[in-house]
């Protein structure tokens, strides 16, 4: 079956410790996306990723980074920088790349991050 | 999701009709979107309306856009216990290659 695979489910950091979050696709999806979900702030936007090798920053790359070596997958990593990394991570992708209008973004399950 | 507003809580009684409501301020934006998340899980698309469009309805799904009021509702007739989660509404403004998401409504059902 084709989806959008996130491990681990759940993971826990130690202040000062950089992690990184796996999303991998088999569903032949050039744009990648990784969002942080908190309560009640709905989904904010990290990175995200038109096409191999390229990637932008969203509304909140302060403390993230990531890469896109291969189509498949887009780890994103949480680093020392990043002050309040506790939260839900969430990537997904989409089949087209250009212009709008934008299709069906496919989500995977989740990551919840806690900082111990 | 600053730019995209709903209401945090609603809850209702099972079989009755629920109604969630987005306003968004992007004009420009070519598709609206509402997701579904069930506890601890990813989103999962429920339906979307193109922008020249002031409804549509898929199963017990209604979705009624108002582009003069920036306004966007989400109406669930015959409202079931297994859709209790958290709906989001989405837009996709031109020129960004993301969705812009709204905070989320918590739907609560009652037996």
């Known amino acids: 079956d084709g989806g959008i695979t996130q491990s681990p489910k759940y993971l826990f950091r130690k202040e000062g410790q950089n992690v990184t979050l796996s999303c991998e696709q088999n569903l032949n999806h050039d744009a990648m996306y990784w969002y942080r979900q908190d309560p009640g702030q709905g989904l904010r936007l990290i990175y995200y990723s038109q096409i191999v090798n390229d990637f932008q920053k969203g509304d909140i790359a302060e403390g993230y980074s990531v890469s896109r070596e291969k189509k498949e997958s887009f780890p994103l990593t949480v680093t020392s920088a990043q002050k309040n990394p506790t939260a839900f991570y969430l990537c997904?992708?989409?089949?087209?790349?250009?212009?709008?209008?934008?299709?069906?973004?496919?989500f995977g399950q989740g990551t919840r991050l806690t900082v111990v | 999701g600053e730019d995209v507003e709903q209401s945090l809580f609603l809850s209702v009684r099972e079989g009755d009709s629920s109604v969630i409501n987005c306003t968004y301020t992007d004009s420009s934006s070519t598709y609206l979107y509402w997701y579904k998340q069930e506890p601890g899980a990813g989103l999962q698309l429920l339906t979307y309306i193109f922008s020249n469009m002031d409804m549509k309805q898929d199963q017990r799904l209604t979705v009624l856009l108002n582009k003069k009021d920036k306004h966007l509702s989400l109406r669930i007739a015959d409202t079931q216990t297994g859709d209790s989660a958290i709906y989001f509404c989405?837009?996709?403004?031109?020129?960004?290659?993301?969705?812009?998401f709204g905070s989320g409504t918590r739907l609560q059902v009652q037996p």
């Open positions: 997904a992708s989409r089949p087209s790349q250009g212009p709008a209008p934008l299709t069906e973004a496919f």
């Open positions: 989405a837009e996709s403004p031109s020129g960004r290659r993301a969705l812009t």
